[in-house]
């Protein structure tokens, strides 16, 4: 009697859904580390100047609005050279693009080590903004390179992520610098700042070298059938797409709930740059003066931020609903920083107000950045985000600014954290605006 092997459809279904999981499983562990380490290197290092501003506003003779305007400034030079950066890499690799912006935001971090003028405060803040303008779309444009839409959510969820860790890390490195490196070989603790915060690029490079692989038919560590696997979900991916990426720009523009979509992004990421510029200042005025302590009590809203960033993107997956997730995490946002100037007075009461603003507001962003797709048409999405992204930067850009001058005239930080409250609450309404996603999906019955 003979035994015949079932090769029946479902399990030959099966064992080909195992084997591609397998391989973007693999590749989540392969690419994921070292970009999620270039990012949060990258962001430790661009926010870093809110526990420099402690001391070197009073060294330099700078004011409150010098100080926003240019942590502000940094965005200039990133939104400017954000699209060319991108262009580039498209033509010579990512591994070239990537080991190009590293050394040039380590050179950037030594010029602002070395500053000594507001004048150069603001151009050092530039050209970093410069320098590292094409890391965060490289990163997610490299992605697209090696996985496919089906499985991209996840890789681009992890990703996200690096901005919480970046605070959670950034916030005690920082105070043991600023705390410990005071006046070693002549130098006041917030030089030393810039200088080894600025270290870790050069000493990435290596690893990118030897690690970071343009295309996935160029990786050694990947086999023939890998590769074919994800060429094959590619193509699928291009093939979907080719029809409808013409005049997608057109398309955007006609679109009111663009222009809400906008709203929001600007209001986000407004929250979340100046949280990281104002906290650890939020935290001294409270009376707390050791530089490790503000460091130490600085990461715990990144903590809360991480946890809850994670938690509500998962219950959204779950039910399927995106614009009451972000509106609510944005109003949640909006009330801790109604609630600091309330509490300012006591420490622990400024930190839990923190933590309820961070916790918002990175709760906020899986959710909204996941609705221009359902909210514009296909033609329109691809155009959309990236112009979306693009014009949400004016937030980061002017906001510090904003809220230092309020700083300085009003000699206290409550205007400013009332003005980030509001717009954190206009970035919820037009959110809500938005309306649901009353696109039916279309089936067939077979």
């Not at 155009?383 to 300085?408: D, E, F, K, R, Y």
Request: charged share 10%.
């Amino acid at each position: 009697m003979t035994i015949q092997t079932s090769t029946s459809p479902t399990g030959n279904l099966s064992a080909g859904i195992t084997t591609e999981n397998a391989v973007y499983k693999k590749l989540l562990w392969r690419l994921m580390p070292l970009l999620m380490l270039l990012y949060i290197v990258a962001f430790i290092d661009r926010s870093n100047v809110g526990f420099a501003k402690l001391s070197f506003l009073r060294d330099l003779g700078l004011s409150e609005t010098v100080f926003g305007i240019g942590a502000g400034i940094f965005y200039a030079g990133y939104m400017l050279f954000e699209i060319p950066s991108n262009m580039l890499l498209a033509k010579i690799g990512a591994r070239k693009t990537f080991l190009r912006i590293m050394v040039l935001w380590a050179v950037c971090s030594a010029g602002l080590a070395a500053m000594n003028s507001q004048n150069g405060y603001y151009l050092w803040r530039f050209l970093l903004g410069a320098s590292e303008a094409g890391l965060f779309p490289g990163i997610l444009l490299y992605l697209t390179y090696w996985v496919p839409v089906s499985h991209r959510a996840r890789f681009t969820a992890l990703f996200m992520a690096s901005i919480p860790i970046a605070g959670v890390i950034g916030g005690p490195l920082s105070g043991i610098i600023m705390h410990t490196m005071d006046g070693v070989a002549g130098l006041h603790s917030w030089r030393w700042l810039f200088l080894i915060e600025g270290m870790p690029p050069l000493l990435l490079i290596f690893v990118v070298v030897r690690r970071l692989h343009d295309t996935p038919a160029s990786a050694p560590w990947l086999s023939s059938d890998e590769v074919a696997i994800i060429e094959r979900d590619l193509r699928a991916d291009r093939e979907a797409t080719s029809v409808t990426a013409h005049n997608s720009f057109g398309k955007v523009l006609l679109s009111p709930r663009f222009y809400l979509l906008t709203g929001m992004g600007v209001a986000l990421l407004a929250g979340a740059s100046n949280v990281f510029f104002w906290l650890p200042t939020i935290i001294n005025r409270t009376g707390i003066t050791d530089m490790w302590t503000i460091g130490v009590l600085s990461s715990l809203p990144f903590v809360a931020g991480f946890v809850c960033q994670y938690l509500v993107a998962r219950r959204s997956d779950a039910r399927k609903e995106r614009r009451w997730h972000a509106a609510l995490s944005a109003l949640v946002a909006a009330a801790g920083w109604a609630a600091l100037p309330l509490v300012s007075a006591n420490p622990a009461l400024s930190v839990v107000a923190l933590i309820v603003t961070a916790a918002g507001t990175f709760s906020a962003m899986g959710p909204f950045w996941s609705m221009p797709s359902l909210y514009l048409s296909k033609e329109a999405a691809a155009g959309g985000i990236a112009l979306i992204s693009t014009l949400a930067g004016l937030g980061s850009l002017v906001s510090p600014g904003i809220i230092g001058w309020l700083n300085q005239t009003t000699h206290t930080l409550a205007a400013g954290q009332f003005y980030l409250a509001a717009l954190m609450l206009i970035g919820a309404v037009t959110v809500v605006a938005v309306g649901r996603h009353d696109k039916p999906i279309k089936t067939k019955n077979v």
